[in-house]
């Protein structure tokens, strides 16, 4: 079956899943009465305005009208300045800010600070009411405050809950403390305003930290945060953080919650940190930041709220079990955050807005696009959409069929209507009105919902218009069903990409494609590459397999550099092979989005007249260590390639927030492997231990398995054979060896072998040496037959030319001369 098609009932199934899928109910929402109260709302709510817009990173262009994010905001300046929570309008286009008196002013983000979770708006609007601030000492645990904001629904703007503060300094997954209300903080009140019984704001309410499971725990940005935020905002036009450059680790008391007098430990120092260049290192104890001590990461975030970039600080430690002043030239810490600046497109909120009809360019179709129609799911081909009604009454499923029969008879077209229909058939017949005709199946489910199916050939393709109705009182009523006939009768297998009022909904890839993963690394690739779902690592291949890229991500060490990197990558390229077969283009240093800095070098190793290339990047960002390898045959070695190359490293960029945030340690196990250092292999069923470098590779089974007669270990141009038999003869296993190695010499004249009677392990046996100096892959090779007791052991040795190194060549032998016998 198609990727994107279904058959029969499944997509009356899957249609009817649509409808009771796509809509919800509104929780409700409660009320607190108190005296003071309404004087309270009187005076802040004009200050309190409702956010809407489009979500998602393109924008909303491929969600329906109805696919809307909403959130509350707080005037701060009368000129239309708006501070909200940002996650309330990162990724958000279109934004309409309502006021309190219902006036709707487009809107944009000009300032977005992730880290405090603040943002501002800007609408173009004057004389608006500000919100007046609390001074951060004036608030108490205990006090009541009431909550404004815009939950659940649009629709409830300005809805007011009261409670109290429950608790100041918390601390919940988040960079800065936060106060702690039971006042009712719902889905949409992000932004809005927590207010004292003065009319102050204290707060602005956040989301992100509560979980809708738990009742009365809700969360707000204190008031000495919000303008901390505010004043860098309007006085830099960011938040001018200072950078320290290490990673702190708090004590297991502190992490569980548990009082704790345990200083943080440095767990990590960024390499060319102000810490690293002060002499601050992994392992060392905080013990003092300026005059102040601090016990939590959360204490130390709010301590470097008072600093600023270039500022020198007096860092205390205990290091190596003294106590040392390290003098630190603070840095300013790197933000992504200006990228969430959106400017103002003049779009309306509603992205259809004057647009009729709905269609595909790509596969040539167009239908009527009424105003309560909306998109709710589309195949990655584009050759299967699924529409709804925003009431629920309906449902329109479109899909197209490619390379069938042109000639198929109206006949075959009824059979395949009907394929794809429910249960119950009440018309079935095939309908011709010149150009536009089409197999009609009509019919009922068993559920009791309505269908009607139409399919059309327009040469070898196959198009299918299914329309199902839930309700069997929509589908007899009698203006309801002339809407849904009208609607199918819209469908035609054309598209005019002249007219203005038809929406283009072809997801069908042209150019390149955008690759973001969970490392936070974006890049571009041809549309006709794919990606290995089964790889273990981001692995994508161009159409003819001819290329690859591979993407490989670890943590780098606390004082990496990347020239120390990159340095041991070539060092241990130019290890795995002969200076002959093997060649580099040298380093060239380059810079990706961001300004940072990268090298690159153009690896080629040839096992035999055959180059094969990998071009790797190399770069450090945010801790991680990023590795971009692709890898091709000499055969596509030219322009293209290299064209390919630069427009893939022109699109490079990494994002923090793009990233995992469960993201973790990585480790770079090439960092940990010692080329001679060895593990011991056991094998108890065939009676015999080896010592194997721990950088070889085993093919079958894992190392120690016991009952596998077989065991090859592999390593770049080289190989490592123990086979062991408990059934057979040493005679037996010397003769069949030795005919094989003869046959191979008669067939071709470049394979050599001579043959010995040699002592192993103190057993007789035979020794057999190769030598074959084809083209593809020149190597050498060493084969020895012994017995002890009833098993026969082959043990072989094989070294391609190509990576004939000392090291390597010694390492085989080490590994058989390891070799012990039970």
Do not use: C
Not at 188 to 210: Q, R
Not at 387 to 416: H, N, T, W
Not at 469 to 481: I, L
Not at 579 to 592: C, D, T
Request: proline share 3%; charged share 30%.
């Amino acid at each position: 079956m198609k990727k994107g098609t279904l058959p029969g009932k499944a997509l009356v199934l899957l249609l009817i899943a649509a409808l009771v899928g796509a809509f919800g109910t509104a929780a409700p929402v409660s009320a607190a009465d108190g005296e003071d109260i309404p004087d309270v709302v009187r005076q802040v709510t004009s200050s309190v305005v409702a956010v809407i817009g489009k979500p998602g990173e393109d924008g909303g262009k491929s969600a329906n009208r109805f696919d809307l994010a909403h959130g509350t905001g707080v005037i701060v300046r009368s000129e239309g300045y708006i501070v909200t929570n940002a996650h309330v309008v990162k990724n958000m286009s279109n934004i309409v800010v309502v006021t309190s008196d219902g006036k709707s002013y487009p809107g944009k983000t000009t300032h977005f600070d992730e880290e405090s979770d603040l943002a501002l708006v800007k609408i173009e609007a004057s004389g608006l009411k500000a919100a007046e601030f609390a001074a951060s000492g004036d608030v108490k645990v205990g006090e009541t405050v009431v909550a404004i904001g815009t939950p659940i629904s649009f629709a409830l703007r300005n809805s007011v809950t009261v409670g109290i503060i429950s608790g100041m300094e918390r601390s919940v997954q988040s960079k800065y403390e936060l106060l702690q209300t039971d006042a009712a903080i719902n889905p949409g009140n992000s932004g809005g305003a927590l207010v004292n019984m003065k009319g102050k704001v204290v707060g602005i309410n956040t989301m992100k930290f509560v979980d809708s499971a738990i009742d009365s725990l809700g969360f707000a940005i204190p008031v000495d945060t919000v303008q901390y935020v505010l004043r860098h905002f309007f006085t830099y036009g960011k938040v001018m953080r200072p950078y320290l450059g290490v990673e702190l680790e708090e004590s297991w008391e502190t992490v569980v919650g548990l009082p704790s007098e345990d200083e943080l430990r440095v767990a990590y120092v960024d390499p060319d940190s102000p810490a690293a260049l002060a002499g601050i290192k992994q392992g060392d104890k905080l013990l003092k930041f300026g005059e102040t001590s601090v016990k939590t990461t959360v204490q130390f975030n709010e301590l470097m709220k008072h600093y600023l970039p270039n500022q020198t600080v007096k860092v205390t430690v205990e290091s190596g079990g003294r106590t040392v002043e390290r003098e630190v030239k603070l840095g300013e810490e790197e933000s992504d955050d200006e990228g969430w600046v959106k400017t103002s497109d003049g779009s309306y909120i509603d992205s259809d807005r004057g647009k009729t009809r709905i269609g595909d360019s790509h596969y040539g179709w167009s239908l009527h696009y009424p105003a309560g129609l909306m998109k709710v799911r589309q195949s990655e081909e584009g050759d299967a959409v699924m529409f709804a009604d925003a009431k629920g009454e309906f449902a329109l499923s479109i899909s197209v069929e490619e390379k069938q029969s042109e000639d198929l008879s109206p006949v075959g077209l009824l059979r395949k209507a009907a394929a794809k229909s429910g249960d119950i058939l009440l018309e079935k017949r095939y309908v011709e009105q010149g150009d536009h005709a089409y197999a009609k199946v009509v019919g009922k489910t068993s559920t009791g919902g309505y269908y009607q199916t139409r399919a059309f050939l327009k040469g070898d393709n196959i198009y299918y218009a299914l329309l199902y109705v839930q309700s069997e009182d929509n589908y007899k009523n009698g203006f309801k069903p002339n809407m849904y006939v009208d609607l199918l009768d819209s469908f035609r297998l054309t598209f005019d990409a002249k007219d203005d009022a038809l929406k283009d909904i072809s997801v069908y890839k042209e150019g390149d494609v955008s690759y973001t993963n969970e490392y936070g690394l974006s890049f571009e690739l041809p549309a006709d590459w794919t990606e290995n779902a089964y790889a273990d690592r981001p692995t994508y291949t161009n159409k003819d397999e001819t290329v690859q890229a591979t993407v490989t991500v670890t943590s780098a060490s606390s004082g990496d550099t990347l020239d120390a990197w990159t340095g041991r990558e070539q060092k241990r390229f130019e290890e795995s092979y002969v200076e002959s077969s093997r060649k580099a283009s040298g380093w060239h240093e380059f810079e990706i989005a961001g300004g940072v800095p990268a090298k690159e070098n153009r690896f080629a190793s040839a096992l035999g007249d055959e180059w094969d290339y990998r071009h790797s990047i190399y770069f450090i960002k945010d801790k991680y260590k990023y590795e971009i390898a692709v890898e091709y045959g000499e055969d596509e070695e030219g322009s293209d390639t290299e064209s390919f190359l630069r427009k893939l490293k022109d699109s490079l960029s990494v994002s923090k927030d793009r990233m995992n945030p469960n993201l973790g340690v990585i480790q770079d196990e090439n960092e940990l492997l010692d080329p001679n250092r060895t593990v011991t292999v056991r094998n108890a069923k065939y009676k015999y231990t080896v010592q194997i470098p721990e950088t070889w590779e085993r093919l079958y089974g894992y190392y120690g398995k016991e009952d596998e007669a077989e065991a090859v270990y592999t390593f770049t141009g080289g190989e490592f054979e123990i086979r062991a038999d408990d059934r057979g003869r040493l005679d037996d296993a010397v003769k069949n060896l030795e005919q094989s190695y003869k046959k191979s010499s008669e067939n071709d004249a470049e394979f050599r072998y001579e043959s010995t009677d040699e002592t192993v392990l103190g057993q007789e046996g035979k020794k057999f040496t190769v030598v074959y100096k084809q083209k593809q892959a020149p190597y050498e090779e060493t084969a020895y037959v012994f017995a002890k007791g009833d098993i026969v052991y082959t043990v072989t040795l094989r070294l391609d030319d190509a990576a004939h190194t000392e090291a390597n060549a010694e390492r085989l032998e080490k590994a058989f001369r390891s070799l012990a016998l039970d």
